[in-house]
């Protein structure tokens, strides 16, 4: 595959290190002067926007005189918070670092795609397959934490103790499916509106400025779809029955 540039920056300063350390961890690797790949490079690439923007609006941060993209960020959280609220229920908002976090990182690396020399992360099964399961091990910590390991197990046994064999390996499966369910339904979504977009600025520009405009929607709506079943997740895991 075609390295895009800021891969290529990055094999270019990072290559011998990468390999040496996938040759310690057994790793195979298919080229030992560009170990890291479009996908990995994109989110180091989003990583770092994130980061440059937090710290550069930092220092413009103003109680009596707020500007745009302040006003942007706050909406964002306070919706995020209120959202979190009604799904998770009274306290959802300490989740907030998490979720804000993770729908910024999904719609930034959804839309990056849209600038030509790059692609989006999220068009890639690792990276959505990450973020599923670091969603999976924050939302069971979060469970684990809150009731201890006991009463949580507990949860898995549904209640009829009878039943309980079977139930626990249908909650089990259910769990592990929920990062197949996360993961591929991000990727489909952003590699299919990519493709498309692709595909119909070549032949068409006129169609590849609608499906365009399309992926944008989409970008949006996936990102709140992946935020909105971390609350889901978040909800179950922190419920107790009284």
Known sequence: MEQLWFTHILNAVFAVP???LFHLLHVPVQDAGAPITNTFAMEVLVALILMLYAAWQRTRLSVDQP???QH???LSWNGISDHSE??????GSRFLPYLFTLAIFILIGNLIGLIPSL??????????IGLAVATFIYYHAVGLKKMGVGKYAKTFLGPIWWMAPL?????I???FARILSLSVRLYANMFAGELLVTIF???LPVLGIVFMGLHVFVAFLQAYIFLVLTMVYLSGATAEEH
């Open 18 to 20: 990468v390999t040496g």
């Open 119 to 128: 692609e989006s992360p999220t068009a890639g099964i690792e990276t959505t």
């Open 173 to 175: 499966i259910s769990h």
């Open 72 to 74: 942007i960020l706050e």
């Open 67 to 69: 500007r745009g993209w």
């Open 86 to 91: 009604e799904v998770i229920g009274h306290g």
């Open 167 to 171: 139930v626990v390996v249908i909650e």
């Open 201 to 203: 600025m070549a032949l």
